[in-house]
């Protein structure tokens, strides 16, 4: 059993401070977070859980407070309800420390527990409640930021204590402004999914449909891309191009999830017809884009943003913006040529003298006679 150490007292200190209302202790060991929070008048009750049925024993048998209920729990795996304040003094030394306590073994990197811990814990605390967690600079501290980042919190250094060989640090964390908004809007069990050089993006569940989300990277410096991208996916999708948007903020979109692959790992297992109607598919939304006097950016290597589900759907607007001289096609014909050798070996044989002395007379005059002067070469 893990008995009380310095890292123990420090977030006992922190606890002393914030824990407030209902309480949840996440793997309470000698259930000293539990019962610091149980002493105190505005804690109402506290819920201590531990994986380990022999901890969970020795704290019913030794702890006796009214306020407390231990319970064996793997993380939230058994835990109901949501909380004013949950606590958690992880495990988090890297298994390359060579310690045999699993107690304070986090996994392989260390951050492993604490990962898992934060990608769940917002389904258990109240839009307003808080999260004491420790952790030490051997767990990596910018993975923990990481990880605070990706699932929409927000997290306040409110302790930190060097100790031997590594530096102790206390973290206040609450929800983002922007996962409170996203909660109140029926938009639930965010998950992160990929981020960009601007942009970050989480997967969820609205209306019993699953979603994506798209928000601005925190750090980013890029001002009114997400609202830019948002206001051109209503427009488009009247032409039938994008997933379908379900709505925006200033500061998010939502739109439909669009299952599918991202188009060269599509045409790794495709046939040749099968590629060759992708590409036209994608050709003519093009055309749509040039006649519309938009540019959409970087088709020249479009190869994160076309997803091939029952057809291709392009993704990623941010960069769309009105123009007297659209490339979309043009640039779409640099893409096929740069593809040269993946489709070769699927039998598709463009030549690239034609395709590029095609693109230039469509860029003189960008007509439906042109576009189908490039179809026909494919």
Request: glycine fraction near 4%; hydrophobic fraction near 40%.
């Amino acid at each position: 059993m893990y008995e009380p150490r310095e890292d123990s007292f420090l977030l006992a200190e922190q606890v002393k401070r914030y824990a407030k209302g209902i309480v949840l202790d996440v793997g309470t060991g000698s259930g000293i977070q539990a019962l610091t929070a149980a002493k105190k008048n505005s804690v109402k009750s506290v819920i201590a859980v531990d994986k380990s049925v022999k901890v969970i024993n020795h704290c019913k048998n030794s702890i006796k407070n009214k306020k407390i209920k231990f319970l064996e729990s793997d993380l939230f795996s058994k835990v109901k309800g949501k909380f004013d304040t949950i606590t958690f003094n992880p495990p988090y030394l890297p298994e390359d420390v060579k310690l045999k306590d699993m107690t304070i073994c986090g996994g392989k990197k260390g951050y492993e527990v604490v990962e898992r811990f934060l990608n769940q814990v917002n389904e258990y605390l109240k839009p307003d409640g808080i999260i004491l967690l420790l952790f030490s600079s051997l767990t990596k501290k910018n993975k923990i930021d990481e990880f605070v980042r990706n699932n929409l919190l927000e997290a306040k250094l409110v302790s930190k204590k060097h100790i031997f060989f590594e530096d102790l640090f206390v973290y206040s964390i609450k929800k983002s402004p922007l996962l409170k908004e996203l909660e109140k809007n029926k938009i639930k069990n965010l998950k992160y999914f990929t981020s960009g050089h601007r942009g970050i993006l989480f997967t969820a569940d609205y209306k019993g449909e699953k979603v994506v989300v798209k928000a601005k990277l925190p750090e980013s410096k890029a001002i009114g891309r997400i609202e830019n991208e948002g206001k051109w996916l209503k427009i488009l999708n009247k032409k039938g191009i994008g997933p379908k948007l379900l709505f925006s903020e200033k500061d998010y979109f939502v739109y439909e999830y669009v299952p599918g692959e991202f188009i060269l790992k599509h045409f790794e297992k495709s046939n040749k017809k099968t590629i060759i109607k992708i590409i036209k598919d994608v050709f003519e939304q093009m055309f749509i884009l040039d006649e519309l006097g938009v540019d959409k950016e970087e088709m020249h290597r479009p190869f994160k943003h076309v997803i091939i589900a029952k057809k291709p759907v392009l993704v990623d607007f941010e960069r769309c913006h009105k123009t007297l001289k659209p490339k979309n096609v043009t640039q779409f014909c640099q893409c096929i040529n740069s593809m040269s050798k993946i489709l070769i070996n699927k039998k598709i044989i463009i030549n690239k003298n034609k395709i590029i002395n095609l693109a230039r007379e469509y860029k003189r005059s960008q007509t439906k006679s042109n576009l189908r002067k490039i179809l026909e070469i494919i």
